[in-house]
């Protein structure tokens, strides 16, 4: 892992510390590498007792971000204490696909380091676009 990576791999690890997920007891950490800068923003699943209510770690992160006034991002790490690694489920992705291009690197990751890396287009071929 590049040194780059591992900073952003340590990030969402922290984050996944936060995760608020008494129901699932499924603990989740994402956190984006922000484009021409050392920041790596964080989120965690956040559960609610009502299910639907639930926020994925993934769009944790993405809406940290951009309410923090970043929108340009080299990539994201997603860490579970899975095998394999979890992938981000399909309105996380609809929500990279947002902000992100098709050739977004995705890289899966558990508490050892990243185990896989897909681009975005790999798991969300044909994302939804209103413009
Ligand atoms: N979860 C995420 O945080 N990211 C995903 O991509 C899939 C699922 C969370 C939601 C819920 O808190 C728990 O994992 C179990 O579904």
């Known amino acids: 892992m590049s040194p780059e990576m591992h900073k952003?791999?340590?990030?969402?690890?922290?984050?996944?510390?936060?995760?608020?997920s008494p129901y699932s007891h499924f603990a989740v950490g994402a956190a984006l590498k922000i484009r021409n800068s050392d920041l790596s923003i964080g989120g965690c699943n956040v559960e609610?007792?009502?299910y639907g209510g639930t926020v994925c770690a993934e769009r944790s992160?993405?809406?940290?971000?951009?309410?923090?006034?970043?929108?340009?991002?080299?990539?994201?790490?997603?860490?579970?204490?899975?095998?394999?690694?979890?992938?981000?489920?399909a309105f996380c992705l609809g929500v990279l696909a947002e902000f992100c291009p098709p050739d977004f690197p995705?890289?899966?990751?558990?508490?050892a380091g990243v185990?896989?890396?897909?681009?975005?287009?790999?798991?969300?071929?044909?994302?939804?676009?209103l413009l």
């Open 8 to 20: 952003t791999w340590e990030a969402a690890c922290l984050s996944r510390q936060r995760s608020y």
């Open 48 to 50: 609610n007792a009502s």
């Open 61 to 89: 992160a993405v809406f940290s971000a951009v309410s923090q006034g970043y929108q340009d991002f080299e990539f994201l790490i997603v860490v579970t204490d899975a095998e394999p690694p979890a992938v981000p489920c």
């Open 106 to 111: 995705v890289h899966l990751a558990n508490l």
């Open 115 to 129: 185990e896989r890396s897909y681009r975005l287009d790999e798991l969300l071929p044909h994302p939804f676009k």
